[in-house]
């Protein structure tokens, strides 16, 4: 299987204001799209050619570490373009608001543990929103990593992620990573965190 | 104690066009200066309160040990630069870099590779072993060799926020331009 750059269900323009399209189209055609090829270019040849990525995660101690790095990017983005709508201000309903309440106490809860997870990784890497056991979970890994790998700290079904890398906010944000993780609750595709939740 | 944001020794545009104007007021006034303003206030009445970098670089954990080994990596990094100083390596450094690397141009490649293939954010460092050798290492986020016994000669900060605004995703044009902007007097007075 190869694996290709998907298109994205909306414009680069379109989460203007909160991700400006500059941003948008360099972090899809540069970052993602390089994250695809060496993914190809690492598993091809290789036991692992075929293989499903979340498969290819739960050993992926054992693999090489560009496998890891650009499977993760890979699926990380492909993960991220989808949670993303232009739709904004949405939050989320029914099933997916219950279990939030659940596991978080409120809704304001799950943004602020969220966010604190977004802000406190250091370095590059991903905050997440975790179905762990039945119940929801916020927290982050480094680089590429996910919860779907077996080196993550907190394990699970990732049903939204936030790219926490300089690349996803620096031509707008800069240094200010909390403004853009605060423009982030703009533009959350609650339906497609739901189906996954529910999923 | 107050840790401070040192001066640096040229003007923010003066490294222009290789690492533009706008890029050392983020880097320097904002994530410099940001790392110095944590460092400060993590340290408060712990016992890195009177401490020098140095030894928090080579004790601390944490956040302390990550603001402070940052501050001294930026400064590190900055003070390697000039408008117009020497491009080349220097008597000692240079032989030293010949004895390790076979030549300038073939340590530049290596350093550039280390530089390009670091993963995430980082550090790439040429330091000086105990036997006066170099070496070429690679440090994630705010990894220093100090901790590890190793003397830093030089360094090239590889976190994005280093050269997204001149540069986005090019990293490899940004290790090229950093060559362009090195001081190897004050680089080789520190081999």
């Known amino acids: ?199 | 104690m107050n840790f401070e944001l040192p001066k640096l020794p040229y003007a923010l545009d003066a490294l222009s066009p290789y690492l533009g104007e706008k890029t050392l007021e983020f880097h320097y006034g904002k994530h410099h200066n940001a790392y110095v303003n944590n460092l400060t206030g993590l340290v408060r009445g712990t016992k890195f309160e009177n401490a020098k970098l140095e030894q928090i670089i080579k004790e601390a954990e944490g956040g302390i040990y990550n603001n402070g080994a940052q501050v001294w990596n930026h400064t590190f990094y900055f003070f390697g630069f000039s408008p117009d100083g020497k491009r080349e390596p220097l008597g000692e450094m240079a032989d030293a870099i010949n004895k390790s690397f076979g030549s300038f141009d073939q340590f530049k490649e290596k350093f550039s590779k280390a530089a390009a293939t670091l993963f995430g954010s980082g550090w790439v460092w040429l330091v000086k072993k105990d036997n006066s050798s170099l070496e070429i290492i690679q440090e994630s986020n705010a990894g220093n060799p100090l901790r590890s016994g190793l003397k830093p000669i030089l360094t090239c900060d590889v976190w994005e926020h280093a050269y997204y605004l001149d540069y986005q995703n090019r990293r490899p044009d940004y290790i090229n331009a950093f060559w362009n902007i090195l001081d190897w007097d004050v680089i080789s007075s520190r081999f």
């Open chain 1, 1 to 199: 299987m190869v694996f290709e750059l998907p298109k994205l269900d909306y414009d680069y323009k379109a989460l203007e204001p909160y991700i400006d399209a500059q941003t948008m189209e360099i972090h899809h055609t540069k970052h993602h799209g390089a994250y695809t090829a060496k993914l190809n270019d690492a598993i091809k040849g290789t036991e692992l050619e075929g293989k499903s990525l979340e498969d290819i995660f739960k050993n992926i101690s054992e693999h090489p570490a560009g496998v890891r790095n650009n499977g993760g990017g890979y699926y990380n983005h492909n993960l991220f373009w989808k949670i993303l709508s232009p739709r904004s201000g949405e939050e989320p309903t029914g099933d997916l608001l219950n279990a939030i309440n659940k596991s978080f106490g409120s809704f304001e809860n799950f943004k602020n543990e969220f966010s604190t997870a977004a802000a406190s990784v250091f370095g590059s890497g991903w905050a997440w929103l975790v179905k762990s056991n039945g119940e929801l979970k916020a927290t982050s890994t480094p680089n590429q990593d996910n919860p779907l790998m077996d080196v993550a700290s907190v394990k699970g079904i990732p049903l939204m992620g936030l790219d926490v890398w300089e690349h996803a906010y620096y031509l707008k944000y800069q240094n200010r990573r909390p403004d853009y993780i605060a423009a982030f609750w703009n533009i959350v595709a609650w339906d497609e965190v739901a189906k996954r939740y529910l999923k």
